[in-house]
């Protein structure tokens, strides 16, 4: 473990020396290429890459000047998980102690003596090396995860050195999670284990894959529905003029679902899905970050206007009964979330899939499974709920502006 703690003072003070050069773009640069480095191995729950990683953020968050907030007076919050009962393939883990993983949330805090408490959080785990039964590649390798999510990490630390420059009538409780990859488990823990009152929390805002900001400027920004002053608030602290995509669920596949599920209003910030997720591909050198100091102009501007508002009511979104459709069999695609009109459309397929099987590729825009059409994410889980292991069903689909149909085996 010396060894270890030899090797994080090196690289921060590394970091320290990057960081002075004039632009925040700069740290940002800095942060995501020593997380996504080959070195960190890709940062796997339970394993040692973990615990460094952690270790790295909570010396960014003494750097910054944030107070601990995990347990015993320290920036760290670990606990134990025993993974066995979890349905995801969880055999490339690291185990401790015969059925459980370690797990580390890393936690720091600006005290303004404010009334309400403002909760800006990312997930830093991801894949690990090797193969992973949630890679969409079957080729091994270091799975670095720049975008996914070295990229908010990095986003939520600039935003702290900003935040703790500013007076504010509310204080800031920084989160970065871990297995969140595996099963949101590190913030499914914060909720029921918090290290402040939840019940003076304001907002929690979620950073996950914020690094990929296409050409058209389009950003979703999920959770809009969980207040009514979200979508005006949004728009006007538009400062960077980027093409905004709404989505109303308060609850989806990352950590703000944990805290909409306790009551509480929540944003989540993601510029899409592209053919390097979850894949060995998703290196430093493909991160737009232009794009990630855009989104942090307007995030910064957001919270900054937050100082108008009294409080912020919090309202459940119509898609909260759908959360917990059960599929039966899986595809073996990754969909674009951005998209929204009409259809589901794939952004990446998984190597020796049914859907690679049947000839299916990015791009393509599913309109049918068998008898079931298809609009929207929604549709397709529930059709993938009434189909039956072993089924063979037609796809419809659009390809190039052409429709297209294929057989695809479950």
């Known amino acids: 473990m010396k060894k270890h703690f030899l090797f994080i003072l090196i690289l921060i003070y590394s970091l320290q020396i990057y960081g002075q050069r004039p632009a925040d773009e700069a740290q940002i640069k800095a942060d995501i290429t020593f997380l ?62 015969g059925d459980s993983v370690k797990i580390i949330n890393v936690a720091g805090y600006i005290d303004n003596g404010g009334k309400s408490t403002i909760i800006i959080g990312a997930h830093y785990d991801h894949l690990g090396e090797g193969t992973s039964s949630f890679s969409l590649s079957t080729e091994g390798g270091i799975h670095n995860g720049a975008d996914d999510n070295a990229s908010g990490v990095s986003l939520m630390m600039q935003l702290a050195k900003s935040l703790s420059k500013v007076k504010s009538k509310y204080n800031y409780l920084f989160l970065a999670f871990s297995g969140e990859e595996f099963g949101l488990w590190g913030s499914n823990y914060f909720v029921k284990h918090p290290t402040i009152d939840l019940n003076n929390a304001a907002v929690m805002i979620n950073l996950d894959m914020v690094g990929r900001l296409k050409d058209d400027n389009t950003l979703l920004v999920g959770g809009v529905g969980t207040s009514p002053i979200w979508k005006e608030l949004l728009e006007k602290s538009n400062v960077s003029q980027l093409k905004l995509t709404f989505d109303e669920s308060g609850s989806g596949p990352s950590d703000h679902t944990s805290f909409y599920f306790k009551d509480m209003p929540v944003l989540f910030y993601f510029t899409g899905q592209h053919s390097d997720y979850h894949k060995p591909s998703d290196d430093t050198e493909k991160i737009n970050f232009d794009g990630v100091m855009k989104i942090y102009e307007n995030i910064f501007s957001l919270v900054r206007s937050l100082e108008t508002i009294d409080s912020i009511p919090f309202t459940k979104t119509k898609e909260e009964k759908q959360e917990r459709v059960t599929m039966k069999v899986t595809l073996g695609i990754m969909p674009d979330y951005m998209y929204n009109e009409g259809g589901l459309r794939i952004d990446g397929v998984k190597e020796d899939r049914p859907a690679a099987h049947a000839g299916l590729k990015s791009g393509d825009i599913i309109l049918g499974l068998g008898t079931f059409s298809i609009t929207d994410i929604q549709t397709y889980m529930h059709a993938l709920n009434k189909i039956e292991p072993g089924q063979k069903v037609q796809v419809k689909f659009k390809r190039d502006g052409k429709i297209m149909t294929s057989d695809v085996q479950f």
């Open 36 to 97: 996504a480095s080959d070195a960190m191995k890709g940062r796997l729950t339970g394993s040692v890459y973990q615990d460094i990683a952690a270790e790295f953020i909570a010396s960014r968050f003494q750097q910054i000047g944030l107070k601990p907030k995990g347990d015993k007076n320290s920036y760290m919050q670990t606990f134990y998980y025993a993974p066995s009962a979890d349905p995801h393939n969880t055999s490339n883990l690291h185990i401790h102690d």
